[in-house]
Protein backbone atom coordinates (compact mmCIF):
# COMPACT_ATOMS: atom_id res chain seq x y z
CA UNK A 1 0.00 0.00 0.00
CA UNK A 2 2.52 2.41 0.99
CA UNK A 3 4.57 1.57 -2.33
CA UNK A 4 1.41 2.64 -4.59
CA UNK A 5 1.18 5.30 -2.93
CA UNK A 6 4.67 6.56 -3.64
CA UNK A 7 3.96 5.55 -6.71
CA UNK A 8 0.80 7.13 -7.50
CA UNK A 9 2.43 10.33 -5.93
CA UNK A 10 5.55 10.40 -8.28
CA UNK A 11 3.24 9.71 -11.50
CA UNK A 12 1.20 12.68 -10.64
CA UNK A 13 4.36 15.27 -9.98
CA UNK A 14 5.70 13.07 -13.19
CA UNK A 15 3.10 14.02 -15.55
CA UNK A 16 2.33 17.72 -14.56
CA UNK A 17 6.43 18.23 -14.56
CA UNK A 18 6.32 17.41 -18.26
CA UNK A 19 3.56 19.84 -19.14
CA UNK A 20 6.16 21.86 -17.82
CA UNK A 21 8.71 22.47 -20.31
CA UNK A 22 10.34 20.45 -22.87
CA UNK A 23 13.47 20.67 -20.54
CA UNK A 24 12.14 18.84 -17.78
CA UNK A 25 11.35 16.46 -20.45
CA UNK A 26 14.70 16.34 -21.21
CA UNK A 27 15.89 15.95 -17.46
CA UNK A 28 13.29 13.43 -16.64
CA UNK A 29 14.41 11.11 -19.79
CA UNK A 30 18.22 11.53 -18.36
CA UNK A 31 16.78 10.18 -14.94
CA UNK A 32 14.66 7.45 -16.63
CA UNK A 33 17.52 6.18 -18.73
CA UNK A 34 20.17 6.41 -15.46
CA UNK A 35 17.45 4.11 -13.70
CA UNK A 36 17.49 1.98 -16.24
CA UNK A 37 21.13 1.50 -16.93
CA UNK A 38 21.50 0.67 -13.06
CA UNK A 39 18.66 -1.70 -13.56
CA UNK A 40 20.60 -2.86 -16.28
CA UNK A 41 23.67 -3.35 -14.18
CA UNK A 42 22.45 -5.13 -11.38
CA UNK A 43 21.00 -7.82 -14.19
CA UNK A 44 24.46 -8.11 -15.38
CA UNK A 45 25.93 -8.64 -12.13
CA UNK A 46 23.53 -10.98 -10.92
CA UNK A 47 24.86 -13.11 -13.82
CA UNK A 48 27.94 -13.71 -11.87
CA UNK A 49 26.47 -13.91 -8.23
CA UNK A 50 26.13 -18.26 -8.79
CA UNK A 51 29.82 -17.98 -7.71
CA UNK A 52 32.21 -14.93 -7.29
CA UNK A 53 30.22 -13.03 -5.64
CA UNK A 54 28.26 -15.64 -3.22
CA UNK A 55 31.92 -17.26 -2.65
CA UNK A 56 33.33 -14.12 -1.74
CA UNK A 57 30.86 -12.78 0.48
CA UNK A 58 31.55 -16.33 2.78
CA UNK A 59 34.97 -16.04 3.47
CA UNK A 60 34.96 -12.08 3.21
CA UNK A 61 32.93 -11.71 6.41
CA UNK A 62 34.39 -13.32 8.85
CA UNK A 63 35.68 -10.51 10.68
CA UNK A 64 33.85 -6.94 11.19
CA UNK A 65 36.69 -4.85 9.49
CA UNK A 66 35.89 -7.72 6.87
CA UNK A 67 32.53 -6.75 6.52
CA UNK A 68 33.09 -3.27 6.00
CA UNK A 69 35.44 -3.83 3.61
CA UNK A 70 33.72 -6.10 1.81
CA UNK A 71 30.43 -3.75 1.25
CA UNK A 72 33.15 -1.04 0.21
CA UNK A 73 34.85 -2.97 -2.43
CA UNK A 74 31.68 -4.80 -3.63
CA UNK A 75 29.38 -1.47 -3.87
CA UNK A 76 31.77 0.30 -5.85
CA UNK A 77 32.67 -2.49 -7.94
CA UNK A 78 28.77 -2.75 -8.92
CA UNK A 79 27.89 0.93 -8.38
CA UNK A 80 24.43 -0.40 -6.46
CA UNK A 81 24.69 -0.77 -2.73
CA UNK A 82 21.01 -2.32 -2.92
CA UNK A 83 22.32 -5.11 -5.33
CA UNK A 84 24.72 -6.03 -2.25
CA UNK A 85 21.74 -5.41 0.35
CA UNK A 86 19.32 -7.74 -1.62
CA UNK A 87 22.10 -10.52 -1.59
CA UNK A 88 23.26 -9.59 2.32
CA UNK A 89 19.64 -10.06 3.38
CA UNK A 90 19.12 -13.30 1.64
CA UNK A 91 22.70 -14.87 2.98
CA UNK A 92 21.39 -13.36 6.70
CA UNK A 93 17.63 -15.47 5.80
CA UNK A 94 19.25 -18.34 4.70
CA UNK A 95 21.43 -18.54 8.01
CA UNK A 96 24.71 -17.91 6.60
CA UNK A 97 25.30 -14.38 8.19
CA UNK A 98 25.30 -13.08 11.34
CA UNK A 99 23.01 -9.97 11.77
CA UNK A 100 26.53 -7.99 12.89
CA UNK A 101 28.00 -8.85 9.72
CA UNK A 102 25.57 -8.43 7.51
CA UNK A 103 25.20 -4.91 9.19
CA UNK A 104 29.14 -4.60 8.64
CA UNK A 105 28.45 -5.01 5.09
CA UNK A 106 25.75 -2.25 5.18
CA UNK A 107 27.92 0.31 6.48
CA UNK A 108 30.45 -0.50 3.66
CA UNK A 109 28.57 -0.32 1.25
CA UNK A 110 26.99 3.49 2.17
CA UNK A 111 30.74 4.21 2.07
CA UNK A 112 31.09 2.70 -1.51
CA UNK A 113 28.51 4.40 -2.68
CA UNK A 114 30.23 7.52 -2.59
CA UNK A 115 32.46 6.24 -5.27
CA UNK A 116 29.40 6.92 -7.87
CA UNK A 117 29.76 10.69 -6.53
CA UNK A 118 33.48 11.24 -7.02
CA UNK A 119 32.96 9.75 -10.79
CA UNK A 120 30.43 11.76 -11.53
CA UNK A 121 31.79 14.49 -10.57
CA UNK A 122 35.25 13.95 -11.44
CA UNK A 123 34.61 12.26 -14.97
CA UNK A 124 31.03 12.42 -15.83
CA UNK A 125 30.39 16.22 -15.78
CA UNK A 126 34.17 16.86 -17.80
CA UNK A 127 34.33 14.38 -20.50
CA UNK A 128 32.03 14.28 -22.85
CA UNK A 129 31.03 10.68 -22.10
CA UNK A 130 28.02 9.99 -24.60
CA UNK A 131 30.52 9.26 -26.83
CA UNK A 132 32.04 6.56 -24.82
CA UNK A 133 27.74 5.21 -24.20
CA UNK A 134 27.30 4.49 -27.71
CA UNK A 135 30.59 1.77 -28.16
CA UNK A 136 29.53 0.22 -24.96
CA UNK A 137 25.49 0.12 -26.05
CA UNK A 138 26.22 -1.21 -29.41
CA UNK A 139 28.68 -4.16 -28.02
CA UNK A 140 26.19 -4.43 -24.98
CA UNK A 141 23.22 -5.43 -27.48
CA UNK A 142 25.96 -7.82 -28.98
CA UNK A 143 26.16 -9.46 -25.77
CA UNK A 144 22.65 -9.50 -24.39
CA UNK A 145 21.77 -11.72 -27.17
CA UNK A 146 23.80 -14.47 -26.61
CA UNK A 147 22.86 -17.82 -24.68
CA UNK A 148 25.82 -18.37 -23.00
CA UNK A 149 25.19 -16.76 -19.34
CA UNK A 150 29.02 -14.82 -18.48
CA UNK A 151 28.82 -13.09 -21.99
CA UNK A 152 25.09 -12.30 -21.27
CA UNK A 153 25.75 -10.92 -18.03
CA UNK A 154 28.81 -9.01 -18.97
CA UNK A 155 26.20 -7.55 -22.12
CA UNK A 156 24.27 -6.40 -19.64
CA UNK A 157 26.88 -4.97 -17.28
CA UNK A 158 28.18 -2.72 -20.77
CA UNK A 159 24.76 -2.08 -21.90
CA UNK A 160 23.98 -0.54 -18.14
CA UNK A 161 27.18 1.54 -17.96
CA UNK A 162 26.10 3.01 -21.49
CA UNK A 163 22.73 3.96 -20.33
CA UNK A 164 24.34 5.56 -17.26
CA UNK A 165 26.76 7.82 -19.40
CA UNK A 166 23.88 8.64 -21.46
CA UNK A 167 21.55 9.22 -18.68
CA UNK A 168 23.87 11.82 -16.89
CA UNK A 169 24.93 13.91 -20.31
CA UNK A 170 20.88 13.67 -20.63
CA UNK A 171 20.99 15.11 -16.90
CA UNK A 172 23.83 17.69 -17.76
CA UNK A 173 21.72 18.70 -21.16
CA UNK A 174 18.79 19.59 -19.37
CA UNK A 175 20.10 21.40 -16.81
CA UNK A 176 22.18 23.59 -19.25
CA UNK A 177 18.87 24.48 -21.35
CA UNK A 178 16.87 24.46 -18.34
CA UNK A 179 19.02 27.09 -17.29
CA UNK A 180 18.19 29.64 -20.09
CA UNK A 181 14.81 29.24 -19.26
CA UNK A 182 14.38 29.39 -15.71
CA UNK A 183 17.00 29.97 -12.96
CA UNK A 184 16.26 27.79 -9.82
CA UNK A 185 18.16 29.55 -7.50
CA UNK A 186 15.70 32.06 -7.07
CA UNK A 187 13.81 29.63 -5.11
CA UNK A 188 16.82 29.31 -2.29
CA UNK A 189 16.21 28.80 0.78
CA UNK A 190 19.08 29.89 3.58
CA UNK A 191 19.82 29.38 7.08
CA UNK A 192 17.85 26.04 9.11
CA UNK A 193 14.53 26.10 7.01
CA UNK A 194 16.79 25.81 3.92
CA UNK A 195 18.70 22.40 5.15
CA UNK A 196 15.31 20.99 6.53
CA UNK A 197 13.32 21.77 3.55
CA UNK A 198 15.83 20.39 1.23
CA UNK A 199 16.91 17.54 3.45
CA UNK A 200 13.01 16.64 2.65
CA UNK A 201 13.24 17.27 -0.93
CA UNK A 202 15.87 14.84 -1.30
CA UNK A 203 14.67 12.49 0.86
CA UNK A 204 11.50 12.63 -1.52
CA UNK A 205 13.38 12.28 -4.49
CA UNK A 206 15.32 8.81 -3.38
CA UNK A 207 11.64 7.67 -1.71
CA UNK A 208 10.27 8.20 -5.70
CA UNK A 209 12.81 7.07 -7.61
CA UNK A 210 14.03 3.96 -5.30
CA UNK A 211 17.61 5.11 -5.95
CA UNK A 212 20.13 7.57 -3.92
CA UNK A 213 22.51 7.19 -6.69
CA UNK A 214 20.32 8.77 -9.24
CA UNK A 215 19.04 11.19 -6.60
CA UNK A 216 22.73 12.16 -6.21
CA UNK A 217 23.82 12.12 -9.81
CA UNK A 218 20.63 14.80 -10.51
CA UNK A 219 22.09 16.56 -7.48
CA UNK A 220 25.30 16.76 -8.98
CA UNK A 221 24.15 17.79 -12.56
CA UNK A 222 22.01 20.30 -11.34
CA UNK A 223 25.32 22.16 -8.88
CA UNK A 224 27.49 21.88 -12.12
CA UNK A 225 24.77 23.85 -13.76
CA UNK A 226 24.40 26.31 -11.23
CA UNK A 227 20.53 25.20 -10.85
CA UNK A 228 20.73 24.74 -6.81
CA UNK A 229 23.09 26.69 -4.38
CA UNK A 230 25.74 24.48 -2.63
CA UNK A 231 24.63 24.50 0.17
CA UNK A 232 21.05 23.35 -0.39
CA UNK A 233 22.67 20.66 -2.35
CA UNK A 234 24.69 19.50 0.72
CA UNK A 235 21.08 19.49 2.28
CA UNK A 236 20.08 17.25 -0.46
CA UNK A 237 22.45 15.02 -0.36
CA UNK A 238 22.04 14.28 3.62
CA UNK A 239 17.98 13.90 2.27
CA UNK A 240 19.20 11.58 -0.60
CA UNK A 241 20.90 9.44 2.29
CA UNK A 242 17.68 9.11 4.74
CA UNK A 243 15.39 8.66 1.73
CA UNK A 244 17.66 4.81 1.37
CA UNK A 245 16.55 4.19 4.97
CA UNK A 246 12.50 4.52 3.88
CA UNK A 247 13.17 2.64 0.54
CA UNK A 248 14.77 -0.42 2.89
CA UNK A 249 11.96 -0.35 5.53
CA UNK A 250 8.98 -0.09 2.83
CA UNK A 251 10.87 -3.09 1.41
CA UNK A 252 11.39 -5.06 4.68
CA UNK A 253 7.66 -5.18 5.17
CA UNK A 254 6.68 -8.76 4.63
CA UNK A 255 9.88 -10.08 4.83
CA UNK A 256 11.52 -12.59 8.02
CA UNK A 257 12.96 -11.34 10.85
CA UNK A 258 16.17 -11.29 9.44
CA UNK A 259 15.49 -8.44 6.83
CA UNK A 260 13.52 -6.46 9.32
CA UNK A 261 16.57 -6.63 11.58
CA UNK A 262 18.60 -5.69 9.01
CA UNK A 263 16.74 -2.57 7.63
CA UNK A 264 16.18 -1.27 11.44
CA UNK A 265 19.59 -1.26 11.88
CA UNK A 266 19.94 0.48 8.26
CA UNK A 267 17.78 2.58 9.68
CA UNK A 268 19.88 3.60 12.90
CA UNK A 269 22.69 4.12 11.03
CA UNK A 270 21.63 6.54 8.14
CA UNK A 271 19.21 8.48 10.87
CA UNK A 272 22.25 8.90 13.05
CA UNK A 273 24.11 10.07 10.38
CA UNK A 274 22.11 12.32 8.98
CA UNK A 275 21.31 13.81 12.48
CA UNK A 276 25.14 14.43 13.34
CA UNK A 277 25.53 15.67 10.05
CA UNK A 278 22.91 18.16 10.37
CA UNK A 279 23.26 19.39 14.30
CA UNK A 280 27.31 19.80 13.10
CA UNK A 281 26.62 20.75 9.44
CA UNK A 282 28.97 23.97 9.79
CA UNK A 283 31.63 21.93 11.17
CA UNK A 284 31.52 19.95 8.28
CA UNK A 285 31.50 22.20 5.51
CA UNK A 286 34.77 23.71 7.48
CA UNK A 287 36.29 20.24 7.11
CA UNK A 288 35.38 20.35 3.71
CA UNK A 289 37.01 23.38 3.02
CA UNK A 290 40.41 22.43 4.73
CA UNK A 291 40.70 19.11 2.90
CA UNK A 292 39.39 20.60 -0.75
CA UNK A 293 42.50 23.12 0.34
CA UNK A 294 44.62 20.39 0.85
CA UNK A 295 44.17 18.15 -2.10
CA UNK A 296 43.87 20.89 -4.41
CA UNK A 297 39.92 20.92 -5.01
CA UNK A 298 39.03 24.43 -6.36
CA UNK A 299 37.29 27.30 -4.25
CA UNK A 300 34.60 26.96 -6.61
CA UNK A 301 34.42 23.12 -7.96
CA UNK A 302 31.31 22.61 -5.48
CA UNK A 303 30.74 19.12 -7.59
CA UNK A 304 33.90 17.42 -6.07
CA UNK A 305 33.36 19.53 -2.77
CA UNK A 306 29.83 17.92 -2.63
CA UNK A 307 31.25 14.64 -3.59
CA UNK A 308 33.83 15.64 -0.63
CA UNK A 309 31.15 16.18 1.77
CA UNK A 310 29.33 13.10 1.11
CA UNK A 311 32.02 11.05 1.82
CA UNK A 312 33.05 12.88 4.94
CA UNK A 313 29.59 12.48 6.49
CA UNK A 314 29.36 8.60 5.43
CA UNK A 315 32.37 7.99 6.82
CA UNK A 316 31.74 9.52 10.24
CA UNK A 317 28.52 8.06 10.42
CA UNK A 318 30.53 4.52 10.13
CA UNK A 319 33.20 5.62 12.88
CA UNK A 320 30.26 6.08 15.08
CA UNK A 321 28.25 2.84 14.41
CA UNK A 322 31.00 0.74 14.53
CA UNK A 323 32.23 0.23 17.63
CA UNK A 324 28.49 -0.80 18.58
CA UNK A 325 27.48 -2.73 15.80
CA UNK A 326 27.31 -6.40 18.34
CA UNK A 327 25.26 -4.36 21.23
CA UNK A 328 23.11 -2.98 17.95
CA UNK A 329 23.00 -6.74 16.99
CA UNK A 330 22.01 -8.27 19.81
CA UNK A 331 19.72 -5.19 20.45
CA UNK A 332 17.53 -5.53 17.38
CA UNK A 333 17.36 -9.63 17.59
CA UNK A 334 15.71 -8.71 20.98
CA UNK A 335 13.46 -5.94 19.78
CA UNK A 336 12.37 -8.02 16.47
CA UNK A 337 12.44 -11.47 17.18
CA UNK A 338 11.10 -14.36 14.95
CA UNK A 339 7.59 -15.66 16.46
CA UNK A 340 8.11 -18.38 13.70
CA UNK A 341 10.90 -19.82 15.75
CA UNK A 342 9.63 -21.60 18.36
CA UNK A 343 6.83 -23.40 16.13
CA UNK A 344 9.29 -24.62 14.15
CA UNK A 345 10.26 -27.84 16.47
CA UNK A 346 8.95 -30.20 18.68
CA UNK A 347 9.42 -29.61 22.55
CA UNK A 348 11.86 -32.48 23.59
CA UNK A 349 9.04 -34.17 25.76
CA UNK A 350 5.86 -35.65 24.40
CA UNK A 351 3.98 -32.79 25.91
CA UNK A 352 2.50 -30.63 23.56
CA UNK A 353 -1.05 -28.79 23.61
CA UNK A 354 -0.17 -26.80 20.30
CA UNK A 355 -2.32 -26.78 17.17
CA UNK A 356 -0.99 -25.01 14.21
CA UNK A 357 1.25 -26.20 11.45
CA UNK A 358 4.97 -25.60 11.61
CA UNK A 359 6.30 -22.91 8.96
CA UNK A 360 9.37 -22.35 7.18
CA UNK A 361 11.98 -20.09 8.58
CA UNK A 362 14.63 -20.01 5.27
CA UNK A 363 12.48 -19.68 2.42
CA UNK A 364 11.81 -16.01 1.68
CA UNK A 365 11.16 -14.56 -1.47
CA UNK A 366 14.60 -12.37 -1.33
CA UNK A 367 16.33 -15.81 -0.67
CA UNK A 368 14.55 -17.40 -3.44
CA UNK A 369 15.75 -15.09 -6.05
CA UNK A 370 19.29 -16.62 -6.50
CA UNK A 371 20.03 -20.06 -7.21
CA UNK A 372 23.20 -20.17 -4.47
CA UNK A 373 21.12 -18.65 -1.57
CA UNK A 374 18.24 -20.55 -2.78
CA UNK A 375 19.51 -23.73 -2.63
CA UNK A 376 21.14 -23.29 0.70
CA UNK A 377 18.14 -22.00 1.77
CA UNK A 378 16.54 -25.17 0.85
CA UNK A 379 19.09 -27.13 2.46
CA UNK A 380 18.81 -25.80 5.66
CA UNK A 381 15.06 -25.91 5.56
CA UNK A 382 15.96 -29.43 4.92
CA UNK A 383 17.98 -30.08 8.48
CA UNK A 384 14.77 -28.07 10.08
CA UNK A 385 12.68 -31.17 8.43
CA UNK A 386 15.06 -33.76 9.40
CA UNK A 387 15.42 -32.46 13.26
CA UNK A 388 11.49 -32.27 13.28
CA UNK A 389 11.56 -35.77 12.02
CA UNK A 390 14.24 -37.20 14.37
CA UNK A 391 11.13 -36.03 16.73
CA UNK A 392 8.44 -37.69 15.85
CA UNK A 393 9.86 -41.09 15.42
CA UNK A 394 11.53 -41.01 18.55
CA UNK A 395 7.65 -40.01 19.96
CA UNK A 396 6.38 -42.66 18.29
CA UNK A 397 8.83 -45.46 19.83
CA UNK A 398 7.44 -43.84 23.88
CA UNK A 399 10.86 -42.05 23.64
CA UNK A 400 11.60 -38.43 24.26
CA UNK A 401 14.79 -36.81 22.31
CA UNK A 402 16.34 -35.73 25.63
CA UNK A 403 16.26 -39.94 25.83
CA UNK A 404 18.37 -40.73 22.51
CA UNK A 405 21.23 -38.23 23.57
CA UNK A 406 23.77 -40.80 24.97
CA UNK A 407 23.41 -45.02 24.63
CA UNK A 408 23.06 -45.00 28.54
CA UNK A 409 19.91 -43.23 28.63
CA UNK A 410 18.85 -44.93 25.26
CA UNK A 411 19.43 -48.38 27.94
CA UNK A 412 17.57 -47.07 30.38
CA UNK A 413 14.57 -45.55 28.64
CA UNK A 414 13.88 -49.15 26.45
CA UNK A 415 13.40 -51.30 29.16
CA UNK A 416 9.90 -49.97 29.24
CA UNK A 417 6.52 -48.69 28.10
CA UNK A 418 3.59 -48.14 30.36
CA UNK A 419 0.63 -50.19 29.05
CA UNK A 420 -1.71 -47.56 30.22
CA UNK A 421 0.75 -44.91 28.27
CA UNK A 422 -1.22 -42.22 26.03
CA UNK A 423 -0.40 -43.66 22.36
CA UNK A 424 1.45 -40.93 20.36
CA UNK A 425 -0.26 -39.77 16.94
CA UNK A 426 2.09 -40.00 15.16
CA UNK A 427 0.03 -39.24 12.16
CA UNK A 428 -1.17 -35.92 13.63
CA UNK A 429 2.24 -34.81 14.24
CA UNK A 430 3.32 -35.69 10.55
CA UNK A 431 0.80 -33.61 9.58
CA UNK A 432 1.50 -30.66 11.64
CA UNK A 433 5.60 -30.94 11.96
CA UNK A 434 6.65 -32.98 8.93
CA UNK A 435 4.16 -32.59 5.84
CA UNK A 436 3.86 -28.68 5.79
CA UNK A 437 8.08 -28.27 5.15
CA UNK A 438 8.61 -31.06 3.14
CA UNK A 439 5.95 -29.82 0.98
CA UNK A 440 7.32 -25.97 0.83
CA UNK A 441 11.23 -27.45 0.34
CA UNK A 442 9.72 -28.97 -2.98
CA UNK A 443 7.79 -25.84 -4.22
CA UNK A 444 10.61 -23.87 -3.07
CA UNK A 445 13.18 -26.13 -5.04
CA UNK A 446 11.09 -26.22 -8.45
CA UNK A 447 10.67 -22.03 -8.21
CA UNK A 448 14.36 -21.70 -8.05
CA UNK A 449 15.47 -18.97 -10.94
CA UNK A 450 16.53 -20.99 -13.76
CA UNK A 451 19.15 -22.18 -14.67
CA UNK A 452 20.92 -23.77 -12.23
CA UNK A 453 24.61 -25.20 -12.24
CA UNK A 454 25.00 -28.46 -12.38
CA UNK A 455 25.94 -29.27 -9.09
CA UNK A 456 23.19 -26.92 -7.95
CA UNK A 457 20.69 -29.50 -9.81
CA UNK A 458 22.30 -32.37 -8.87
CA UNK A 459 22.46 -31.10 -4.42
CA UNK A 460 18.30 -30.32 -5.29
CA UNK A 461 18.03 -33.54 -6.66
CA UNK A 462 19.67 -35.21 -3.84
CA UNK A 463 17.69 -33.48 -0.99
CA UNK A 464 14.17 -33.98 -3.16
CA UNK A 465 15.21 -38.01 -3.04
CA UNK A 466 16.53 -37.68 0.93
CA UNK A 467 13.06 -36.01 1.92
CA UNK A 468 11.04 -39.22 0.44
CA UNK A 469 13.23 -41.39 2.20
CA UNK A 470 12.66 -39.40 5.72
CA UNK A 471 8.56 -38.96 4.69
CA UNK A 472 8.56 -43.23 4.13
CA UNK A 473 10.67 -43.65 7.27
CA UNK A 474 8.07 -41.62 9.49
CA UNK A 475 5.11 -43.93 7.96
CA UNK A 476 6.75 -46.84 8.48
CA UNK A 477 7.31 -45.81 11.90
CA UNK A 478 4.08 -45.35 12.09
CA UNK A 479 2.96 -48.74 10.87
CA UNK A 480 5.66 -49.86 14.03
CA UNK A 481 3.96 -48.24 16.90
CA UNK A 482 1.26 -50.18 17.34
CA UNK A 483 3.25 -53.63 18.04
CA UNK A 484 5.98 -51.69 20.06
CA UNK A 485 3.47 -50.41 22.36
CA UNK A 486 1.66 -53.87 22.64
CA UNK A 487 4.70 -56.21 22.78
CA UNK A 488 7.04 -54.42 24.58
CA UNK A 489 5.31 -55.80 27.75
CA UNK A 490 4.21 -58.82 26.35
CA UNK A 491 4.18 -62.10 28.86
CA UNK A 492 6.90 -63.77 26.26
CA UNK A 493 10.04 -62.95 27.24
CA UNK A 494 11.98 -63.10 23.98
CA UNK A 495 8.94 -61.36 22.24
CA UNK A 496 9.34 -58.58 24.70
CA UNK A 497 13.24 -58.58 24.13
CA UNK A 498 13.31 -58.41 20.67
CA UNK A 499 10.77 -55.31 20.77
CA UNK A 500 13.02 -53.39 23.14
CA UNK A 501 15.82 -54.22 20.60
CA UNK A 502 14.05 -52.61 17.94
CA UNK A 503 13.70 -49.41 19.72
CA UNK A 504 17.05 -49.70 21.08
CA UNK A 505 18.47 -50.26 17.47
CA UNK A 506 16.38 -47.20 16.13
CA UNK A 507 17.03 -44.72 19.05
CA UNK A 508 20.55 -45.97 18.35
CA UNK A 509 20.86 -44.93 14.77
CA UNK A 510 19.80 -41.89 15.89
CA UNK A 511 21.99 -41.18 18.44
CA UNK A 512 24.73 -42.27 15.68
CA UNK A 513 23.53 -39.96 13.44
CA UNK A 514 23.38 -37.04 15.07
CA UNK A 515 26.77 -37.45 16.67
CA UNK A 516 28.15 -37.49 13.09
CA UNK A 517 26.08 -34.97 11.77
CA UNK A 518 28.56 -32.56 13.93
CA UNK A 519 32.38 -34.24 12.82
CA UNK A 520 34.16 -32.11 11.07
CA UNK A 521 36.56 -34.30 9.01
CA UNK A 522 34.64 -35.57 6.45
CA UNK A 523 36.83 -39.20 6.13
CA UNK A 524 36.00 -40.11 10.02
CA UNK A 525 32.34 -38.83 8.78
CA UNK A 526 32.67 -41.17 5.97
CA UNK A 527 34.01 -44.27 8.15
CA UNK A 528 31.12 -43.41 10.97
CA UNK A 529 28.18 -43.37 8.22
CA UNK A 530 29.26 -47.16 7.07
CA UNK A 531 29.95 -47.97 11.04
CA UNK A 532 26.47 -47.91 11.44
CA UNK A 533 25.06 -48.97 8.22
CA UNK A 534 26.82 -52.17 9.11
CA UNK A 535 25.61 -52.28 12.92
CA UNK A 536 22.11 -51.95 11.30
CA UNK A 537 22.70 -54.87 8.84
CA UNK A 538 23.97 -57.43 11.81
CA UNK A 539 21.45 -56.58 14.11
CA UNK A 540 18.94 -57.73 11.58
CA UNK A 541 17.28 -60.56 13.10
CA UNK A 542 16.80 -62.62 9.48
CA UNK A 543 20.17 -61.88 8.13
CA UNK A 544 22.20 -62.59 11.11
CA UNK A 545 19.86 -66.12 11.63
CA UNK A 546 18.36 -65.07 14.95
CA UNK A 547 14.96 -65.64 13.63
CA UNK A 548 15.31 -68.90 12.36
CA UNK A 549 17.01 -70.02 15.88
CA UNK A 550 14.32 -68.86 17.48
CA UNK A 551 11.82 -70.10 15.69
CA UNK A 552 13.99 -73.77 16.15
CA UNK A 553 14.05 -73.52 19.70
CA UNK A 554 10.26 -72.74 19.95
CA UNK A 555 11.37 -69.58 21.98
CA UNK A 556 8.28 -67.32 20.12
CA UNK A 557 5.00 -67.77 19.74
CA UNK A 558 3.69 -69.15 16.10
CA UNK A 559 0.62 -66.49 15.86
CA UNK A 560 4.06 -63.61 16.55
CA UNK A 561 6.49 -64.52 14.33
CA UNK A 562 5.43 -63.45 11.01
CA UNK A 563 5.07 -59.72 13.17
CA UNK A 564 8.17 -59.74 14.62
CA UNK A 565 9.33 -60.43 10.83
CA UNK A 566 7.69 -57.82 9.63
CA UNK A 567 8.79 -55.32 12.41
CA UNK A 568 12.35 -55.84 12.18
CA UNK A 569 11.63 -55.00 8.29
CA UNK A 570 10.25 -52.15 8.91
CA UNK A 571 13.40 -51.47 11.91
CA UNK A 572 15.92 -51.88 8.82
CA UNK A 573 14.10 -49.41 6.83
CA UNK A 574 13.60 -47.24 8.82
CA UNK A 575 17.30 -47.25 9.68
CA UNK A 576 18.76 -47.31 6.38
CA UNK A 577 16.13 -44.21 5.13
CA UNK A 578 17.85 -42.23 8.35
CA UNK A 579 21.13 -43.13 7.14
CA UNK A 580 20.05 -41.61 3.48
CA UNK A 581 19.02 -38.72 4.51
CA UNK A 582 21.61 -37.92 7.15
CA UNK A 583 24.62 -38.44 4.56
CA UNK A 584 22.88 -36.32 2.04
CA UNK A 585 22.60 -33.21 4.72
CA UNK A 586 26.05 -33.78 5.80
CA UNK A 587 27.83 -34.07 2.13
CA UNK A 588 25.27 -31.02 0.74
CA UNK A 589 26.10 -29.16 4.03
CA UNK A 590 30.01 -29.69 3.30
CA UNK A 591 30.38 -28.47 0.01
CA UNK A 592 32.11 -32.13 -0.94
CA UNK A 593 30.76 -33.66 -4.42
CA UNK A 594 30.97 -37.02 -3.18
CA UNK A 595 28.33 -39.33 -3.32
CA UNK A 596 26.70 -39.79 0.04
CA UNK A 597 26.23 -43.90 -0.98
CA UNK A 598 29.96 -43.84 -0.98
CA UNK A 599 30.24 -44.16 2.78
CA UNK A 600 28.16 -47.48 2.06
CA UNK A 601 30.86 -49.08 0.08
CA UNK A 602 33.85 -49.01 2.42
CA UNK A 603 35.14 -52.94 3.10
CA UNK A 604 34.49 -54.52 6.13
CA UNK A 605 38.16 -54.27 7.39
CA UNK A 606 38.33 -50.47 6.80
CA UNK A 607 35.98 -50.26 9.46
CA UNK A 608 37.62 -50.19 12.76
Excluded at 422 to 437: A, H, N, Q
Amino acid sequence: MVRRLFLFSGLIFLFGSLWWTSHVQQIGAGVAIFLFGMLSMDEGFRAFTGGTLERLLSVSTNRLWKSVSFGVLSTTLVQSSSLISVITISFLSSGLLQLSQGIGIILGANIGTTTGAWLVAAVGLKVKISAYAMPMLMVGIVLVMQSHKSLKGIGHILTGLGFLFLGIYFMKEGFDAFRSAIDLTRFAVEGWQGLLLFTFFGLLATVIMQSSHATLVLIITALASNQITYDNAIALAIGANIGTTVTAVIGAIGSNAAGRQLAAAHLVFNGITALVALIFIQQLIQSVEFLSALFGIGATDYTLKLSLFHTIFNVLGVALILPFVHKLAALLRRIISDDRRQQLTLPVHRKDMRNEEVQTQFLSKSVMAHPDTGVKAILSETGRLWDNAIAVIAYSLYLNRSDIESEQKIALAVISVDANAEKTDVEELYSRYIRPLNAAIFEAANQLPKPLSEAQAETIFKIKLACRDLMNAVKDTKHLQKNVHKFNQHENVEIRKQYRNIRKQLATVLNRLQQIMVIPEEEEALVAFAEVQQALQKQDILSNGELDQLIARGKIPRTLISSLMNDSQYCLDIGQRLIQMAQTLYWCSSGNERSAAESLILENDEVA
